[in-house]
């Protein structure tokens, strides 16, 4: 091969935006096939399983193959590639009978409740009825292939990549189309005779060879674009097109009339064979025979044993237990330029935005491995650690004081730019998990105490992983309840949650305890989808779980919510400059001033002012007798997808833009201390922002599913009080739009720009 | 046990999901902004969409043998961008980043709108060519539309589900009835 051809034949782009949803739409037709072979194998053979691979497979060489990058220099190219989606995709799909196998791919509940009502709706039928008959299918395949082959629409095609995709999406849906009622895939029925289908074939033909015979045989480029691109081929624009003629001429006509024969054989056939054939595909399909289960990590050979390794925590625990060390020592005698110090970039930078991500790809893996855990232990051995925590101290108002004062303190005092004052802040940290547990029972701190803790035991309402028992019935005979009580060689669960009665992530530490002790084996960690908690939670048929019907986690809930988005705003220039002004303005000498009214508005006044006209209009509208602190307990688990959302867009932010700069800081500590085989610091990596042209898509694409999901469980809060849908919509309608203005402050604070506050580059914007 | 009748409308959804799959595929309307013969070469340039906007950028560069249209595979392609603000951006087209492996490519971050001088340097070997060209940036459609497409998500997902809670409703009220 010389070098051009080469080139031409390496042209392919594998993008994953294409190839990741085609993978799914296979993954989701094969799960469906199989389920539905189980139950009638003589219907679901394994030629159609890769007949629609294939047909999947041609739209991918159509797409990302070097028909694609040279369709806009070749007709010839091009017109193969819209053969390829028009006439060889679809009937292969089509002929893999997808219908069945993609809606019995999709989750049961999704399918029966999410699905199911558009199946059965009348009108939609009447459309699809109407869509799917042969003479609509027949006119709109026509008509687009011809409208789309005039030269002005042709040439838009061909400068603009948005209506180059809106052309292909025609060709694809219309050939699907004109396809179904040749190929009838099960359990579509004949809307006409097969002889008919003879004729409909037939008169596309003609259409085809009218098409084309123009294309041949017109003297003038109908394309002016194939006369002004430059000529990688020995063809002259004028033969290029009649060779995409002929091309559209032959190949379209064999794809007409191949079936056009298959059909006379079939409708020549004998009528017995004809009778099995209906026979077949009108006998029943059978039940489902298994109930699909939660994954179970522990039961992952490698995963599962790591997991179940007794040191594997203590390991992680004193990973991260160095690292504070690290920081503790960096921070207090250390540079204290924020950009240089391991006591900025480690926590503010890396720290918070790993932590997110862990929360959800996995859970609360922070607590897991929590460098305090030293502490608290070191203070049960030389303290007593012999009271109970006082009773009337049982509650997370402790744990929202201390956020509250770190939500000020975080900008007043701007711990994202001391080394110093963040060390000191992790010292007494230490101080106060060391002597909250050595005087006091069982895990105190952890429990009412840590605002880390209560951050995460919150967001991880929205993890996919959640420690669980495997079958509730062993629970049901178990006399020791080792989970909770421990034994002589492990201890029970510190924050006393009872396993059989556990629903949600909620004071879980996943310190994995109860896994140990369990002498039936039966605790696991089970997986499911990001936020099934909260919609299970919220529509469990036992009494409402403990947790959110206690005022002081919803407030918690509903502090943590609102300072993801303050927090966030915090560092958008408009805001900063604002605050400025209004320093200036009042001829403040210090802008604390201006901080403390600021946060005591946006984190306390504004959120209680709205979330008590939410309370009276859901109470007016929904004609609900409540008293507020339930109204209040009731709707806000609601909000914790969105806020996540936020907190996770926001650290992940810092963490993809200037993930980088730990390099030098490292490099700079370690040679502080004589280590030298880092090498010198490379600042230029510390001053360097990564540039993510995605990122602001994937912000508000998380920010959209954060919305969503809130809104989907505060409607599943307001169905529970079994109201008629309008009183329903009232009753649900002002939690509703205070979820949409947190998203469209969301929205604001994405596209303006940031202040990369504590690094070494300044401004940048996420848009 | 689930007997299956009339099912076309089940067409709907995979017609729904392949339009999605069609949609995200990445198109290839490249527009020629310009072509010149720079003795020893036939530049042609690219870009991926016109007008160009700040923001993202796909510039890519076509060189030829001015006899016989041959393209050249094996040259230098730098890029020197100069704004009327005096910002200037200096890059290096390489056909590893092109998709379109004839094309020399630059991936490149327009900061602003307005007018850019462009002067296109190509070397190969000891064969030299430049091309100037004024490359106008416009400005940049406001936030909410060049998003348009998340920022309808949730209103269209909303109209979704309400649809879908009337019809179950309709539906348990017949059942009941």
Known sequence: MNSITDAVFSSWDLNPRLLIPTLAIALLYARGWWQLRRRAPHRFSTSQLMAFVAGLITILLALLSPLDAFAGWLLTVHMIQHLLLMMVAPPLILYGAPYMPILFGLPNKFLKDGVGPFLASKLLRKIARFVSHPIFCWSAFVFTTIAWHTPPMYELALHSPTWHQVEHVCFLTTALLFWLPVIQPWPSVARTSRLTIILYLFLADFQNTALSAFLVFYERVLYPTYQNIPRISDMTALEDQAAAGSIMWVAGSLFFLVPVGLITIEVLSSRRTVRRSIRRRISPIGPIRSKPTRLDLLSIPLVGRLLRWPHLRRSAQLLTFLLALVLIIDGLVGPQMAPMNLAVVLPWTHSRGLMVIALLAVGNIFCFACPFNFARELGRRILPARWSWPRRLRSKWIAIALLLIFFWAYEAFSLWDSPSTTALLVIGYFASAMIVDGLFKGASFCKYVCPIGQYQFIQSLVSPVEVGVRNLSVCGTCQTHDCIRGNNERRGCELQLFLPRKESNMDCTFCLDCVHACPHDNVSLLASLPGTQLVKIQTSRKRRNKFFRRFDVAVLILLLVFAAFINAGGMVLPVQTWEHSVQAKFGIGSIQPVLAVVYLLSIVIIPVLLVAGCVWFSRVFGRRRENWKETITTFAPAFVPVGFSMWLIHFSYHLLNSGQAVVPVIQRAATDVGITIFGKPDWMLASMMASFDWLPSLELLVLDLGLLLSLFISWRIASRFRLNFVQTLRLNAPWSLLAVALYALGVWIIFQPMQMRGMMMMTHSMH | ?177
């Open chain 2, 1 to 177: 046990m689930i007997r299956v009748r009339k099912t076309s409308h089940l067409f709907l959804p995979i017609l729904i999901g392949l339009f999605v799959l069609v949609r995200i595929a990445r198109a290839d309307g490249g527009v020629v902004m310009c072509q010149r013969t720079s003795a020893p070469f036939t530049i042609t340039l690219f870009s991926s969409e016109m007008p160009l906007r700040p923001g993202p950028a796909d510039l890519s560069v076509l060189l030829e043998h001015p006899v016989g249209h041959s393209p050249v595979l094996d040259a230098q392609v730098f890029i020197n961008l100069e704004h009327e603000s005096g910002t200037i951006i200096r890059t290096e087209a390489t056909r590893s980043q092109a998709r379109n492996k004839l094309l020399y490519c630059s991936l490149l971050t327009l900061p602003k709108a307005g007018h850019w001088k462009m002067m296109l340097h190509v070397v190969r070997g000891n064969e030299k060519a430049d091309m100037r060209y004024d490359l106008v940036v416009t400005e940049l459609p406001p936030v909410l539309l060049s998003n348009w497409t998340l920022i309808s998500l949730p209103p269209l997902v909303i109209i979704l589900f309400l649809f879908n809670q009337s019809l179950r409703r309709k539906a348990s009220t017949g059942e009941r009835a």
